[in-house]
């Protein structure tokens, strides 16, 4: 098993950059495809990247492609979410979800198919 655990976050004015970070506890963090979603007030939750196990298949929603960079440190047991950019419309609270799987190149972009979840940070844009 992982427990992911969240850092990083915050607000931001419009244009700045956030980097929201996960580090997963367990000795088999390689095992997992990681993904990172966010849901905001009214809205359903979606997965805006997501990463293969060994980080070379790589995901992203349309609005955030070319502003957004996930990656993953297998030997430090984290993912991390580059943020540029930023919009307010990227307002959201974002969480990280870890998936096991036997399949390194897949990544993984709907919530049910993730089976363990971060405890989710608040991210603030002002215009």
């Known amino acids: 098993q992982v427990q992911p655990v969240q850092s990083g976050g915050g607000s931001v004015q419009s244009g700045g950059p956030l980097r929201p970070s996960c580090a997963a506890s367990?000795?088999?963090?390689?095992?997992?495809?990681m993904g990172w979603f966010r849901q905001a007030p009214g809205k359903e939750r979606e997965c805006v990247a997501a990463i293969s196990r060994n980080g070379g298949n790589t995901y992203y929603t349309n609005t955030v492609t070319g502003r957004f960079t996930i990656s993953r440190d297998n030997a430090k047991n984290t993912v991390n979410l580059q943020m540029n950019s930023l919009k307010p419309e990227d307002t959201a609270v974002y969480y990280c979800a870890a998936r096991a799987t036997t399949s390194v190149n897949n990544s993984f972009l709907q919530g049910k198919e993730y089976n363990y979840w971060g405890q989710g940070t608040q991210v603030t844009v002002s215009s």
């Open positions: 367990g000795r088999v963090f390689n095992m997992y495809a």
